[in-house]
């Protein structure tokens, strides 16, 4: 039997995502801008919601093209509000349009989101060796960084947890337990 991190054994959606997304180093804007859209849906809430919800908040949010996204008006914001589909915080969905925008300022500055935010781990995973899911940290000193660079930069919905969260699922740290089978597959692809 394959042993994978315990947190992700709760049913097919959830083991699909563990074993073939979560951690592996991504360095493509749009999927960059997808996480970051659905780390902030996530704020307060469960992966297992935002993860049931995915494929519906990719139709409601064009397929998290951030250029679509900071164009978004009075009218589309009231569509989404409105869409029983994706989780419907206003707040959160308006912070996902401000951070649309904020996102273009990044990548016209840096040339592309990736390189802004793979920047602050030497454009290289973090990878930890931990033996329990009790080890892993909610956020950290260097996600408390990010996150403050973010907030001074104009975004939204992006406290520590937050960005650590997005951290673990874009593989700027890589937290698969050392007992499950993806924290050495994950290493190779370093």
């Excluded at 840096?110 to 802004?116: E, L, N, Q, T």
Aim: aromatic share 14%.
């Amino acid at each position: 039997m394959t042993e994978r991190c315990n947190w992700s054994t709760s049913n097919s959606l959830m083991i699909k995502y563990h074993d073939e997304e979560w951690g592996v180093p991504l360095h493509d804007d749009q999927k960059l801008f997808e996480f970051f859209v659905l780390e902030g849906f996530q704020a307060g809430l469960s992966w297992q919601i935002v993860l049931n919800k995915r494929e519906n908040f990719r139709k409601a949010f064009d397929n998290f093209d951030p250029v679509k996204v900071a164009a978004y008006d009075e009218k589309k914001y009231n569509e989404l509000i409105s869409d029983a589909g994706i989780i419907r915080n206003k707040a959160k969905i308006a912070a996902c349009i401000n951070n649309a925008q904020r996102f273009l300022e990044v990548q016209k500055e840096f040339g592309s989101f990736d390189k802004y935010i793979w920047s602050f781990v030497d454009y290289k995973p973090i990878v930890n060796k931990f033996t329990s899911l009790d080890q892993l940290p909610a956020k950290t000193p260097l996600s408390d960084t990010i996150s403050a660079d973010l907030k001074k930069r104009g975004f939204k919905f992006v406290g520590s947890t937050v960005i650590y969260a997005h951290m673990q699922a874009t593989g700027m740290v890589n937290d698969h337990l050392v007992s499950c089978f993806r924290h050495l597959e994950v290493n190779d692809l370093i």
